[in-house]
């Protein structure tokens, strides 16, 4: 299978601790996004990368988060410090870039848990 | 900045019966994208349908079809002859350009035997 993957699936941490996490995309899409989401909630917005340049980071996200992706392939999302307002789950998309109307692939998700 | 708007939280359906979910966004822009995304329980979201907001006939993907009031800026999907493997999280999400593709809070779709 050739899909999004993401490593780990699940993440328990203490408050406090730094996390980080992987996204390989489908590997001929250049885009790949980062979103967060809530029980119950839409997916949020973090950042987004076009190969290696990151295009675009949500304001609504600290100075604790930041994302890579050095080669434009996969990508990390680290988060430092973590805090019990962190746990989500975190969704990691590509496409392939040039059409406006392209189709997001998603990975299954990182759960995270901060105690 | 845009926004999408689900107000159905949770709807019911019964098996092969039709259903409807609504969608309302918010833009300046004249050229956008439209999608509606679907999240099983297993959490991995597919891409169920989109539209192209300067086309005036409304998309349909086999039992999926939308109908796009581009003047309303309103989005809602109709899912017909409803089967048990409907039963998901139903995003309604707005692309405008090249930019990033921004999410509804989502309805919660069960589907009765």
């Known amino acids: 299978d050739t899909g999004v993957s993401q490593d780990p699936r699940h993440k328990i941490t203490k408050r406090g601790q730094n996390v980080t996490f992987r996204c390989d995309p489908i590997?001929?899409?250049?885009?790949l996004y980062w979103y967060r989401q809530t029980l119950g909630q839409g997916p949020e917005f973090l950042t987004y990368?076009?190969?290696?340049?990151?295009?675009?980071k949500s304001r609504l996200l600290s100075d604790r988060f930041s994302a890579e992706r050095p080669k434009g392939s996969f990508s990390t999302l680290e988060i430092q410090r973590t805090e019990q307002g962190d746990s989500a789950m975190y969704l990691c998309?590509?496409?392939?870039?040039?059409?406006?109307?392209?189709?997001?692939?998603f990975g299954s998700g990182t759960q995270l848990s901060v105690l | 900045a845009q926004t999408v708007t689900q107000s159905q939280p949770e709807m019911s359906v019964q098996e092969a019966e039709t259903v409807t979910l609504s969608c309302t966004y918010d833009?300046?822009?004249?050229?956008?994208?439209l999608f509606w995304y679907k999240q099983p329980p297993s959490r991995q979201m597919i891409l169920v349908i989109r539209?192209?907001?300067?086309?005036?006939q409304n998309a349909t993907e086999n039992r999926f079809s939308v109908n796009f009031q581009k003047a309303a800026k309103s989005f809602s999907l109709k899912i017909s002859d409803s089967q048990l493997g409907d039963t998901a999280m139903y995003f309604c999400?707005?692309?405008?350009?090249?930019?990033?593709?921004?999410f509804g809070t989502g309805t919660k779709l069960q589907v009765i035997p």
């Open positions: 590997s001929e899409h250049n885009r």
């Open positions: 833009t300046s822009e004249s050229n956008y994208y």
């Open positions: 999400a707005f692309r405008g350009g090249y930019q990033k593709v921004t």
């Open positions: 990368f076009q190969n290696e340049a990151q295009l675009e």
């Open positions: 998309a590509s496409s392939l870039d040039g059409q406006s109307n392209e189709k997001l692939f």
């Open positions: 539209q192209e907001a300067y086309k005036q």
